[in-house]
């Protein structure tokens, strides 16, 4: 579905086809890899800034590299998780920003949204800003809870086994 929308497509290829953002594919986030997640934030916040006559190009541009940290955020089981995740939440926005200078020419809203995605830890400070960070928050709550079925499934398979 994704790939058939031609006026997103115009927008996105010359970010999802740069070989430093195909590295997002190997890198696994929630359920999924970084690629897909950030795909399908940047495709569902289009969608509303579209409808809504907003600016949908930075929009897209902003959604695809909010994500763009290119490392692998490691959990562990120790009472470290939670600073380790408050730490992720707070740096990863930034990390994603310099990446995405590097590579990519972006404008101010581009940024912002990038840095403001994770609030409360950034402020997103425009409309497209606050609709990118609210579509990341409602699709993570839909891979969380897909991760946790497969593990659940997957728990359950050994138990059966045994
Ligand atoms: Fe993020
Ligand atoms: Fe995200």
């Known amino acids: ?10 927008v996105a290829s010359p970010i999802i086809e740069h070989e430093a953002y195909q590295e997002m594919r190997n890198i696994k986030h929630h359920d999924e890899s970084v690629f897909d997640h950030s795909l399908k934030v940047a495709y569902y916040s289009y969608k509303f800034a579209y409808k809504h006559e907003l600016d949908w190009e930075s929009t897209i541009r902003g959604a695809l590299l909010h994500d763009f940290f290119l490392y692998k955020f490691k959990k562990s089981l120790s009472f470290r998780l939670i600073t380790d995740s408050i730490n992720h939440a707070m740096s990863h926005p930034l990390i994603a920003l310099e990446n995405s200078k590097k590579y990519f020419n972006l404008n101010e809203k581009e940024e912002n949204i990038i840095k403001g995605h994770m609030f409360p830890f950034g402020i997103p400070k425009t409309k497209e800003a606050w609709i990118v960070s609210y579509v990341d928050k409602y699709i993570a709550v839909f891979e969380y809870a897909s991760n946790f079925k497969k593990m659940a499934y997957k728990k359950q398979a050994v138990y059966n086994v045994e």
């Open 1 to 10: 579905m994704i790939y058939f929308d031609y006026r997103f497509m115009e």
